[in-house]
């Protein structure tokens, strides 16, 4: 089931919007990839939690380890695979933040739950679960060797143009959206996903949608800004 969870009046007017538009959205607003109807794959869910920061709303995102063996490194939303004790996607969602992060569930009110979209790449099947942080609790990378950084990005520097590019891969059909912003660079599922939940959401500003940078050289100058090193130009 997709939808409100809640009466859009229960949370803050910035938020509404999203919950609203829940049950009006199929999985294509966000995915080009829908779950093939005979694919063989494993259930999951994310937590994308907004709250209300010193910087106005602001969303709960995560980086990956950089030793983990898949998606390593990479910058996600609280989440993964779901189990039988779960009793649904947002049982998964709140558990796996938990987890991860240390987020107290019950500070967070579920608010909405979004289509299933399919990532090919790993197989799973994966239900964004909307919830506003009406108590926020201290969050933190609960396992090293899973999650490398936690952080509270404000919404206003995700949408920020100077923020907001696309990427590509060499050898891949492929274009996709992508923010450098918080000291965390987001592409690929995540970065697809937010880009639509600000779209949605009525907080996306124009923005260059024609800066294409190919993804690796766009990390490893990222990377090198974070580290305070020059990265050498190609020849």
Same mark, same amino acid.
């Given at each position: 089931m997709t939808g409100p969870l809640v009466d859009p009046e229960a949370v803050p007017a910035w938020l509404q919007p999203l919950v609203k538009i829940s049950g009006e959205v199929g999985a294509d607003a966000f995915s080009r990839f829908s779950v093939p &109807? #005979? @694919? +063989?794959? &494993? %259930? @999951? %869910?994310?937590?994308m939690l907004f709250g209300?920061?010193? *910087?106005?709303? #602001?969303v709960l /995102? *995560? &980086?990956?380890? #950089? +030793? /983990?063996? %898949?998606?390593a490194g990479q910058v996600s939303f609280p989440g993964g695979g779901a189990e039988p004790e779960d009793g649904g996607p947002v049982g998964t969602a709140l558990r796996e933040a938990e987890e991860e992060t240390g987020v107290e569930p019950s500070g967070v009110l579920p608010v909405a739950v979004f289509p299933e979209l399919f990532v090919p790449v790993s197989s799973f099947a994966v239900t964004p679960v909307l919830a506003y942080w009406r108590t926020p609790s201290p969050v933190h990378a609960v396992d090293p060797g899973e999650t490398a950084a936690v952080a509270r990005v404000p919404i206003a520097e995700l949408a920020d143009p100077a923020n907001r590019f696309q990427v590509t891969r060499e050898g891949y059909d492929w274009k996709g959206p992508a923010f450098d912003v918080g000291g965390m660079f987001v592409w690929g599922f995540t970065g697809g996903l937010l880009a639509m939940t600000l779209s949605l959401g009525g907080w996306e500003r124009d923005w260059d949608h024609g800066d294409v940078r190919e993804l690796d050289v766009a990390l490893a100058e990222h990377q090198a800004r974070v580290d305070g090193r020059q990265v050498p130009e190609k020849e």
């Open positions: &109807r #005979d @694919a +063989t794959y &494993r %259930s @999951a %869910s994310v937590l209300e920061g010193p *910087q106005g709303p #602001d /995102l *995560q &980086r990956r380890a #950089d +030793t /983990l063996g %898949s998606h």
